[in-house]
């Protein structure tokens, strides 16, 4: 039954046109992946146990009924020791991304120290900071041509971001975390930080989504296997249908093709009647009474 609100004596109608079931609730990144454990950078156990119960009706369709439930594939890319710093020192709050990175010096963890970028031009399009201090890292801010010596390295606030973020909406998403209540808004073949999809951050720990994780965005279930190494497994993930999409569709077309084999026994014989009816009035036709004949 369709819903509808009477005010006086109008009725308005809902827009709604499913009548059938209910429209599914978005499914958050927490109902996907929190019942997962936590790993590290690089992890690469191809085998681990899950340490824990499904959280949600999702979790518990997703790991299938296994008759040893193993967990498999809940492997990450291993970033370099300049890149996991950055992770590092990105906020847990949800919609942080680069821009939130502190501009420190601190220790990696291949024993180097990363440096502080210099701020060491004015910004012609957005002026100093509200403390006086300038925003330009090249003369290009200045309006002039770029100068290949102001380039920066090994620096925590990547120096190429705010070096073009005025043309590209400030980069924003790059060293993004996920959120716990958002959604993935599309799954990439390469989970990488500074990607055009850049939110690949987990929404707590210091690294990228793990292939596992990646798999259970497309719908894929525990169960299934992936192969090659991490590339290949994230490609194999980001490259496929999702199968809960491949399962709607195809029950769509069997829908169709029932439909369709009902209605055509009954197009049959509407259309075997007008033939019939055509018939019989050209035989009619055919054989008209002469004038003044009678039969008595």
């Given at each position: 039954?369709?819903?509808?609100?009477?005010?006086?004596?109008?009725?308005?109608?809902?827009?709604?046109?499913?009548?059938?079931?209910?429209?599914?609730?978005?499914?958050?990144?927490?109902?996907?992946?929190?019942?997962?454990?936590?790993?590290?950078?690089?992890?690469?156990?191809?085998?681990?146990?899950?340490?824990?119960?499904?959280?949600?009706?999702?979790?518990?369709?997703?790991?299938?009924?296994?008759?040893?439930?193993?967990?498999?594939?809940?492997?990450?890319?291993?970033?370099?020791?300049?890149?996991?710093?950055?992770?590092?020192?990105?906020?847990?709050?949800?919609?942080?991304?680069?821009?939130?990175?502190?501009?420190i010096e601190v220790r990696l963890s291949d024993g180097t120290k990363s440096k502080k970028l210099q701020y060491t031009?004015?910004?012609?399009?957005?002026?100093?900071?509200?403390?006086?201090?300038?925003?330009?890292?090249?003369?290009?801010?200045?309006?002039?041509?770029?100068?290949?010596?102001?380039?920066?390295?090994?620096?925590?606030?990547?120096?190429?971001?705010?070096?073009?973020?005025?043309?590209?909406?400030?980069?924003?998403?790059?060293?993004?975390?996920?959120?716990?209540?958002?959604?993935?808004?599309?799954?990439?073949?390469?989970?990488?930080?500074?990607?055009?999809?850049?939110?690949?951050?987990?929404?707590?720990?210091?690294?990228?989504?793990?292939?596992?994780?990646?798999?259970?965005?497309?719908?894929?279930?525990?169960?299934?296997?992936?192969?090659?190494?991490?590339?290949?497994?994230?490609?194999?993930?980001?490259?496929?249908?999702?199968?809960?999409?491949?399962?709607?569709?195809?029950?769509?077309?069997?829908?169709?093709?029932?439909?369709?084999?009902?209605?055509?026994?009954?197009?049959?014989?509407?259309?075997?009647?007008?033939?019939?009816?055509?018939?019989?009035?050209?035989?009619?036709?055919?054989?008209?009474?002469?004038a003044g004949s009678s039969k008595c």
């Amino acid at each position: 039954m369709q819903l509808s609100v009477q005010v006086d004596e109008r009725r308005f109608m809902s827009n709604i046109t499913r009548m059938v079931s209910a429209p599914f609730k978005t499914i958050t990144i927490r109902d996907t992946m929190s019942d997962l454990p936590d790993i590290r950078n690089g992890a690469k156990a191809e085998e681990i146990s899950y340490q824990g119960d499904p959280q949600s009706h999702f979790q518990k369709l997703i790991r299938g009924r296994q008759h040893q439930p193993i967990l498999r594939d809940h492997i990450c890319k291993d970033m370099n020791a300049l890149v996991h710093a950055r992770m590092q020192h990105i906020p847990l709050a949800p919609g942080s991304d680069w821009r939130s990175l502190p501009n420190i010096e601190v220790r990696l963890s291949d024993g180097t120290k990363s440096k502080k970028l210099q701020y060491t031009h004015h910004d012609k399009r957005n002026g100093k900071a509200s403390n006086g201090n300038l925003r330009g890292v090249c003369s290009c801010a200045e309006g002039k041509q770029c100068d290949p010596m102001d380039r920066q390295f090994n620096t925590i606030v990547p120096w190429c971001l705010p070096h073009t973020g005025n043309r590209h909406n400030h980069w924003a998403g790059l060293y993004g975390r996920l959120e716990w209540d958002g959604f993935f808004s599309t799954t990439v073949t390469n989970p990488e930080p500074m990607g055009k999809q850049g939110r690949v951050l987990h929404p707590e720990q210091h690294r990228v989504v793990s292939v596992r994780e990646c798999a259970r965005s497309q719908g894929f279930p525990d169960t299934y296997r992936f192969f090659g190494t991490i590339l290949d497994r994230h490609r194999q993930v980001g490259n496929a249908v999702p199968p809960p999409m491949g399962r709607a569709i195809g029950l769509e077309l069997k829908k169709s093709l029932e439909w369709k084999a009902q209605k055509e026994p009954k197009q049959e014989e509407e259309e075997s009647v007008k033939e019939e009816g055509m018939e019989i009035e050209s035989k009619i036709e055919e054989s008209p009474v002469k004038a003044g004949s009678s039969k008595c």
